[in-house]
């Protein structure tokens, strides 16, 4: 590491931390009184030393006898330095820990939020592991300087009492114990340009392990079905090994760093001594002024060592603190107008105007599509793999904003309306339903105050209101995470209901009954289209029965509107649509969920 490298380290590590003075100034206060409070009186202890080696120590010797009133006076001056040195101690540990643990949850808080406010394409950019460590090793790493702040101010202030106090006593003596100051300055930049790379690489390994870690737990049933086992803990194995080296070579050089901090005053202590021998014998100084400079050099080795835990703080809380930014900076977040929607009417007319959307600028995904679904109609989107359906049902519930073109509800175009209002008119059902850990009526509810007649309509027009009845505990029985205890047709037919109870205007289907036997989904289809509300329906589909349903079918191409008619139209005019679903109709099915 450079010493630029190094100094700009330094900066911004106390950059970091104005940040957090600033947030919590009463509670850094008064954590750093506390700590003024324990510098001031561990000085103090040094003159009660002093003081009594000159006046009850040497004249014992001196006169064989003590003085009772005098030994209870030092009694008293000892007990109560200890005391409100203790006060100090727990003032400033508790102040510190506070602090800490308030900025942690302010950045948790402010990251989670941004992680909604973002849109769907930023994620797409990002790993989960990555924002998963963003939120939690790194927001700790971040404000891990916290702890030893306010100790460090307090002791700086001790340590600048000490060295006046050392000064007073033996102009000498102290000069000679400051002269480990320079050794410890030299031992502390070491330490910073041998640690800070390794503390940095150590916080980018942390988040590479946690991606691999939840990467392999997501895709659980690929490795076990695959039988990859020992490939993912190898790779998982590998991060990990890495991390443990590079954890142990900075542990190697803090392990070498902190004797030799706690070493350098023990030395001037010696030095202090031999020399104060001298001066003493000479009649230059009193003992008593000897001990107290010894003891106050002790002194000062705690405020060194404590700055010295701060410094070494700074890589890891640097590291973190950038990685936290990158999350909170981040462009992209998506801008609302003011315009609201009707959430009483009955369907939502949807209109699509020469949208175009790309992924990479070389791979337009969509261009030019060009289509409407009138209020209480149906419309199916049918099309190849990788024609373009899914993104549209992602710009239509306006998870992503389209690169040109316009999609409009009622007339609205979407980024017109303010936040929040599209989810009360538009339900995206995709197709691989995810639940929580939670029973059926918070999956479908989702939190939200919605009696229970209500749930069981939905689960009705779902075709989930059977299986649901038949649970052990019926609305209250607990899914289990990302709900494996039920089938995957089950689980579609649950993420219907979700979205059924909510009344939307627009329903926007990706696939999401291709769990689900032809007969149900017909019959899933038919409630929705009766009982609905009169909403308005927009399908991604496979099977020529449900596209069949369908008033209007749109076919795409390569992302673009081939035609566009009713099915049986399409089937007499269109070869290349005939061809598609009619090979859809001969493949065999290959859903693993079940009605």
Not at 226 to 233: A, I, K, S, V, Y
Not at 340 to 348: H, V
Not at 395 to 421: F, H, K, Q, Y
Request: aromatic share 6%; hydrophobic share 50%.
């Amino acid at each position: 590491m450079t010493e630029q490298a190094r100094a700009s380290t330094t900066k911004d590590g106390f950059a970091v931390l104005w940040v957090a003075i600033k947030r919590e100034p009463v509670i850094f206060t008064l954590s750093t009184v506390g700590s003024l409070l324990f510098g001031a009186l561990t000085v103090a202890d040094a003159w009660v030393l002093g003081w009594s080696t000159d006046h009850v120590v040497l004249p014992a010797f001196r006169d064989g006898e003590i003085d009772a009133s005098l030994l209870w006076a030092i009694l008293a001056l000892f007990l109560g330095v200890a005391i409100l040195r203790a006060v100090g101690i727990v003032a400033r540990r508790l102040g510190a820990g506070i602090m800490q643990y308030r900025m942690q949850a302010h950045s948790r808080r402010a990251v989670t939020r941004q992680y909604l406010s973002l849109p769907m394409e930023w994620h797409q950019r990002h790993p989960t592991g990555q924002l998963l460590s963003n939120a939690n090793s790194d927001v700790e790493a971040a404000w891990g300087p916290i702890a030893p702040l306010p100790m460090a101010v307090g002791t700086v202030a001790m340590m600048v009492i000490a060295v006046v106090q050392m000064l007073v006593a033996d102009l000498v003596l102290a000069v000679v114990g400051l002269l480990i100051f320079p050794c410890v300055i030299a031992a502390n930049v070491a330490f910073q340009r041998l640690a800070s790379p390794l503390m940095t690489r150590a916080q980018q390994l942390r988040a590479e392990v946690s991606e691999i870690a939840h990467e392999s737990f997501d895709g659980a049933m690929v490795v076990k079905t695959l039988g990859r086992e020992p490939e993912e803990t190898a790779r998982f194995a590998a991060r990990a090994e890495e991390l443990r080296d590079v954890n142990i070579r900075a542990g190697r050089i803090r392990a070498a760093f902190d004797p030799t901090l706690a070493a350098l005053p023990n030395l001037g202590v010696l030095i202090v001594l031999a020399v104060g021998a001298e001066r003493v014998l000479s009649g230059a100084t009193d003992a008593g002024d000897v001990v107290t400079v010894a003891y106050l050099l002790t002194i000062v080795s705690f405020p060194i060592r404590s700055i010295g835990w701060l410094l070494g703080e700074f890589p890891r809380s640097v590291v973190g603190f950038r990685r936290v930014s990158s999350v909170l900076e981040a462009t992209g977040d998506m801008a609302y107008g003011e315009r609201r929607t009707d959430p009483a009417g009955q369907g939502a007319r949807l209109s699509v105007e020469h949208l175009a959307y790309a992924y990479d600028a070389e791979q337009p995904v969509l261009a030019d599509v060009t289509f409407t679904v009138e209020p209480g109609r149906t419309v199916a989107l049918v099309g190849a793999t990788a024609s373009g359906k899914s993104t549209l049902t992602a710009l239509v519930s306006r998870l992503v904003d389209p690169d040109a073109g316009r999609i409009a509800l009622d007339g609205t175009d979407l980024r017109e309306l303010a936040r929040g209002e599209l989810a009360r008119s538009v339900a995206l059902v995709p197709q691989t339903a995810f639940l929580f850990d939670d029973t059926v009526r918070g999956n479908v509810t989702l939190g939200a105050d919605v009696s229970d007649e209500a749930v069981w309509e939905a689960l009705r027009a779902a075709q989930a209101d059977g299986f649901v009845a038949a649970l052990p505990d019926g609305l209250d029985a607990r899914l289990g995470e990302r709900g494996t205890s039920l089938s995957g047709g089950q689980r579609q037919r649950i993420s219907l209901a979700r979205a059924l109870v909510r009344r939307p205007r627009l329903m926007v289907l990706d696939d999401a009954t291709s769990a689900v036997d032809p007969e149900v989904e017909a019959r899933i289809l038919a409630a929705l289209r009766a009982g609905a509300g009169g909403a308005s329906l927009l399908v991604v589909a496979y099977r020529k029965a449900t596209i069949s349903l369908a008033d209007e079918v749109v076919h795409l191409e390569d992302g673009r509107v081939a035609d566009r008619g009713t099915h049986a139209e399409l089937l007499g005019r269109s070869p290349a649509y005939a061809r598609l679903v009619n090979a859809y109709e001969q493949q065999p099915e290959l859903s693993g969920g079940h009605a």
